[in-house]
């Protein structure tokens, strides 16, 4: 999932496409890249900040709940599953057993209702975006919100290959 060169031309392109929209909405690429890497610097996950937010020197992401260590856990078990996957919409219900596909029910529950929102600390730099954890959650379908992965969950380097990509 988080292996830019391996994913479909319809991802990279709409990978691409959001990146470019979301750095231009918040002062440029290197603002957003900027983001990226103070949220690798929070340890163990910058979902697990207290004060629900990450700030660079130029723009600040804030959501409206912690996250706890063990829903994190399971995204990651996730991810590593589909760690070569080359569609970005994967149902992650697609579990092998019930008490597996229960736990991911469970963590889709209590993630749903996360919204995260990013903003340049200067509002001449843009008006920021916001998106949701995932695109997809209906009974039998769950799909991340391939932004959110690549946010929180992939490098820097899938990132700026997703915003240099070009059409």
Known sequence: MCNFNNQSQETKESLHL???KAA???????YLLALIEAMRAKKP????????QVA?????????????????DLIQKILLQHKEAQEKDFNILNA???KTEKNI??????????????TPQNPNDG???SFGVFDTFETETIKFNPIFIALFF???EFTKKAIKYSL
Not at 62 to 72: A, G, T
């Open 18 to 20: 959001f990146m470019s």
């Open 24 to 30: 231009k909405s918040v002062g440029g690429v290197n």
């Open 45 to 52: 996950n910058p979902l697990m900040q207290k004060n629900c």
């Open 56 to 72: 660079s020197n130029n723009t600040l992401i804030k959501w409206n709940k912690v996250v706890f260590k063990d829903k994190i």
């Open 96 to 98: 092998t057993n019930s």
């Open 105 to 118: 029910l469970n963590m889709a529950k209590a993630l749903a209702p996360l919204e995260f929102i990013v």
């Open 127 to 129: 008006e920021g975006f």
């Open 154 to 156: 992939c490098s820097s």
